[in-house]
């Protein structure tokens, strides 16, 4: 395992032909939060909120990580379009809407739309409509590049000048080395400037009318997105939430849109999907995240867990030796006080999680069966790499020795539910594991509880020699995540009774509640930064775990709170949740601030807007036993609510929570005992 450095990033100025782009300082990442990203991988297309594609920072068509076309202006009349409106309305497509003023115009009211729909697979269609009582004749032309870079270099600055262009068939083509670009116009332009990279048409308007021109963007390998046929998720209409909130149906509209077009295929076994990390950053396979966006969609599918879970196990470390069973993940930052963290380690941990909840919603057993030899190699190289403590330490030369609690809590869990799994399939060592979760909880409960004047609080870390890392931020949720077992029961946790109280009047919090979510670290700790990756921003994931482990401890006040905080941030976001923005105090009339480097979509971000909602119905299945519980929240805290085309046992699951906070399950299974 080594350190993954972020690409050092740039945004050069405006380019012209063979125009070189200019680095920005290493290290500094474009800023994304204002663009206007469409995906649908292997395709991706980021544009400003104007529409023209400049070539600046990361604009541009890009398919399978290499950017495509970097320029894509369009001019009417001699003039350039103005803009009026550019916004995303689907994951995989954006409008822009501009106006021309002609030179014939009487007055204040420009008499030509143009409409420009950008579609992620490489393809945008241009409209001119006219209002104009008079026919119009409109010289429209527009001017292309390409530099046919690397997103890695795009985001470091190192893109290189733009191509020289060559006329091919009714549009241009770009070449460096093997790879190659065509953009194809329909109609043909009635003229090709391959020097300018300039394709132009002479366009006629009957009063009223309108005009089409579709530019297609291809490199000659296949652009149909996984997420577009039969997945491992089902689409948007076929699983819907209504209700008092008219927000939580835009939400799980939005989440479900979002992690279908972020799926990508295993090479080695092409049917396979999973999710990659997050765009325009992280459009590769991430383990870690990758678990957890599956995990929280289980109650969508359990298909998406499995494939992810067959993906991860092809991965996983063979051969002989301490390494044995470790599934391999880079490094990832933990803020200032706290060495990176291994995801390999965090993947490692969740893969008997994640196995363990997919079989309770009803995972097929065959399928189990086939993934249970890798969940207990995972949990034969945890059992290897416990120490003398029955602590999992972090590894590298930097944290030897530092005991982070949430690693902890990772653990326990992959302990109670690793042994819960193994015993119902009839495999050895669950006694052992359980006597290690034991022995875990009650030395955790003694060694990382700091007594304080304000009710005690957990520690974060210790280090080698034992001294506490007295810092709370969002990680300590994870400690409220225990885990789902048998019978709808939620496993126990690290904490007693009197810490998790405590718990959860620290995460209730002005300090750690931002009124838009969990701040990564509290306010009032040193080194607190809003936009703090992991020192003060609100990553949505973790205001997720929160949400549910306070619900499911009885905790609905704090829950609610940070429920409600999330629900209007997405409001804010057009309810595409980024991966985190600024831990800002919500103010009245105000609106959360983003983070400019932060990934949107992103898979746990969107996976998390399904876990929010689901949190409200409390939905405890155990496919194997025929049974499922419920557990609503009863303060109701955002009125009725009803989720319809869920998934449990394998047949559709409907689900109604009232005002009075009392569930109702309205479809389910044949078969399938409904328990309080």
């Known amino acids: 395992m080594a350190p993954t450095a972020p690409p050092p990033p740039t945004i050069g100025g405006p380019p012209g032909p063979a125009a070189a782009k200019p680095a920005g300082p290493p290290g500094e990442l474009p800023a994304v939060h204002a663009a206007v990203i469409c995906v649908a991988l292997p395709g991706l297309a980021v544009s400003p909120e104007h529409g023209q594609l400049t070539g600046h920072g990361l604009e541009g068509f890009y398919q399978h990580g290499r950017r495509l076309l970097s320029r894509c202006q369009l001019r009417v009349a001699g003039r350039d379009p103005i803009a009026v409106q550019g916004r995303p309305i689907s994951a995989d497509r954006a409008r822009f809407l501009a106006v021309v003023r002609t030179a014939s115009d009487g007055g204040p009211d420009p008499e030509i739309a143009v409409e420009r729909i950008r579609q992620a697979d490489g393809t945008e269609r241009i409209t001119l409509t006219s209002s104009s009582a008079r026919p119009l004749r409109l010289p429209v032309e527009i001017a292309l590049g390409s530099d046919l870079a690397d997103l890695g270099a795009v985001a470091a600055g190192r893109a290189g000048p733009e191509l020289p262009a060559s006329v091919h068939d009714s549009g241009m083509r770009w070449t460096s080395g093997t790879a190659h670009c065509t953009v194809t116009a329909q109609p043909p332009p009635t003229d090709a400037l391959a020097s300018a990279g300039v394709l132009r048409w002479a366009v006629e308007l009957p009063p009223g009318g309108s005009c089409t021109i579709q530019l297609s963007i291809r490199n000659g390998r296949p652009v149909r997105p996984p997420g577009q046929g039969a997945g491992p998720l089902p689409t948007p209409q076929e699983t819907r939430a209504e209700g008092d909130d008219p927000r939580v149906a835009a939400l799980l509209h939005r989440s479900i849109d979002d992690l279908r077009a972020l799926l990508i295929r295993d090479p080695a076994r092409p049917s396979d999907l999973y999710t990659a990390a997050g765009v325009p950053w992280r459009c590769g396979p991430a383990p ?16 998406l867990a499995a494939a992810t879970l067959r993906t991860l196990a092809r991965t996983q470390l063979t051969d002989p030796g301490p390494e044995l069973g470790r599934i391999p993940g880079p490094f990832r930052d933990a803020g200032p006080y706290l060495p990176p963290g291994c995801t390999g380690v965090e993947a490692t941990l969740a893969f008997p999680v994640v196995l363990a909840e997919a079989r309770r919603w009803g995972l097929p057993e065959p399928e189990v069966a086939e993934l249970l030899p890798a969940a207990e190699r995972c949990l034969h190289w945890l059992a290897a ?11 590298g030369p930097v944290a030897a020795g530092l005991v982070r609690a949430e690693t902890q809590a990772h653990l326990h869990r992959a302990a109670l539910l690793g042994a819960e799994l193994l015993s119902e399939c009839g495999r050895p060592g669950a006694d052992a594991w359980r006597a290690r979760a034991g022995a875990l909880r009650e030395r955790f409960r003694a060694e990382f509880w700091l007594e304080d004047l304000g009710g005690g609080r957990p520690a974060a870390a210790r280090t080698a020699d034992g001294r506490p890392v007295p810092l709370l931020g969002a990680g300590a949720a994870h400690l409220l995540d225990t885990g789902l077992l048998g019978g709808g029961r939620p496993a126990p946790g690290l904490l007693d009774k009197v810490q998790t109280e405590q718990l959860a009047r620290l995460l209730g919090s002005p300090a750690m509640d931002s009124g838009w979510g969990l701040r990564g670290l509290a306010a009032k700790e040193p080194g607190y930064n809003p936009f703090g990756h992991r020192a003060g921003a609100v990553r949505v994931h973790e205001s997720a775990v929160a949400v549910a482990g306070l619900a499911a401890a009885g905790y609905e006040k704090e829950a609610a709170a940070l429920l409600r905080g999330v629900l209007a941030a997405s409001e804010a976001f057009g309810h595409r949740l980024p991966e985190m923005y600024a831990g800002e105090q919500r103010t009245a009339g105000g609106v959360p601030v983003p983070h400019p480097a932060a990934c949107r979509p992103a898979a746990v971000a969107a996976a998390a807007g399904i876990q929010l909602l689901t949190a409200l119905a409390g939905i405890r299945p155990d496919a194997p036993a025929g049974s499922v519980a419920l557990d609503p929240m009863r303060s109701a805290p955002l ?38």
Do not use: H, I
């Open 288 to 303: 870690a995240e990758a678990l957890w966006a599956a995990r929280m969609a289980l109650p969508l599918s359990t298909r």
């Open 639 to 676: 009125g009725a609510v009803r989720l319809a085309g869920l998934s449990v046992a394998g047949e559709p699951f409907t689900v109604r929570v009232s005002r009075l906070g009392v569930g109702m399950v309205e479809q389910a299974a044949a078969g399938l005992q409904l328990g309080g």
């Open 385 to 395: 790499a416990l120490g003398e403590d029955g602590y999992l330490a972090e590894s």
